[in-house]
């Protein structure tokens, strides 16, 4: 499966969510034993500004069924340049990663502040 392109964009010092179903054939993955990874850096090979809190919820629930979260919190896009990249992969228990989605991401500066 190749990668998908998703580009992202959210306002500095806000929390961010991402929900995401991973489908194979268009029928929702199970996804026991799987972990997950997203990092956010400047570009490829600089070093990591932030990593997504990935949530996988109990696949043994038909409705949970292929569902992902990538969530920030507003003091780590808080942290984040105006612009940078991130992708996500999936790693099942005793394979390989497989990316899902990559693409840049657009920080808006936060215009009111407490």
Not at 46 to 57: E, K, N, R, Y
Not at 102 to 111: E, T
């Amino acid at each position: 499966m190749e990668a998908a392109l998703y580009d992202l964009s959210f306002s500095q010092g806000d929390g961010f969510t991402l929900p995401l179903t991973i489908k194979a054939a268009g029928i929702a993955m199970d996804l026991t034993g799987y972990t997950g990874l997203a990092q956010i850096r400047k570009r490829a090979g600089a070093p990591v500004l932030a990593t997504f809190a990935i949530g996988i919820p109990d696949q043994s629930i038909l409705a949970n069924r292929g569902k992902v979260t990538l969530s920030l919190t507003g003091a780590q896009s808080a942290a984040l340049p105006a612009a940078c990249a991130y992708d996500f992969e999936l790693v099942p228990l005793g394979s390989d990663p497989q990316t899902y989605l990559y693409g840049d991401i657009k920080v808006r500066a936060q215009v009111s502040t407490p």
